[in-house]
């Protein structure tokens, strides 16, 4: 597992929404808007399944996943790879539920996808592109 620490995770913790990426077993590509996003630890993101279906599939039968995350301002851009573990009950899933519920409470909070992450690359356009930076 690989820790955020500096401009990478503060862009991580102030982007809103991020692309997450999954594929099937048999390679089929998926993409989807995910918010309810949080760095609980520097190497581990919890993400709520409020609405996934192929993503959610595509992780019980292929636990892996990528996002990525972009800077307006700064032009920065990374991308994030992990391996993932889905919850549907516990503490650490009934905490998220509850925090997700009090931004809104008709959201499902299904499951709690957990991340942890393994690396990470530059995605900003130039020179640094697509090298591994953690
Ligand atoms: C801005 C935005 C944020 C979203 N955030 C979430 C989220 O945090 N969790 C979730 O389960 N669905 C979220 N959704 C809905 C999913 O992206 C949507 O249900 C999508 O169909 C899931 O992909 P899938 O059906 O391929 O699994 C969000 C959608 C948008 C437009």
Redesign the pocket.
């Known amino acids: 597992m690989v820790a955020l620490s500096g401009e990478i995770k503060e862009i991580f913790t102030k982007t809103k ?1 991020m692309p997450m990426a999954t594929a099937s077993k048999s390679g089929v590509p ?1 993409v ?6 949080q760095l609980v630890a520097d190497d581990t993101v919890w ?10 599939e595509n992780l019980k039968e292929n636990p892996v996943v990528a996002l990525y995350f972009y800077d307006q301002g700064t032009k920065r851009c990374f991308q994030i790879k992990g391996s993932t573990e889905v919850r549907t009950s516990g503490p650490d899933y009934e905490k998220f539920r509850d925090q997700v519920r009090t931004k809104g409470h008709h959201y499902p909070a299904k499951s709690l996808i957990i991340i942890r992450i393994t690396d990470v690359f530059e995605c900003t356009p130039g020179k640094e592109a697509g090298k591994k930076v953690l």
């Open positions: 929404v998926n989807a808007p995910m918010a309810s996003i993400i709520m399944d409020n609405y996934m279906q192929k993503t959610l």
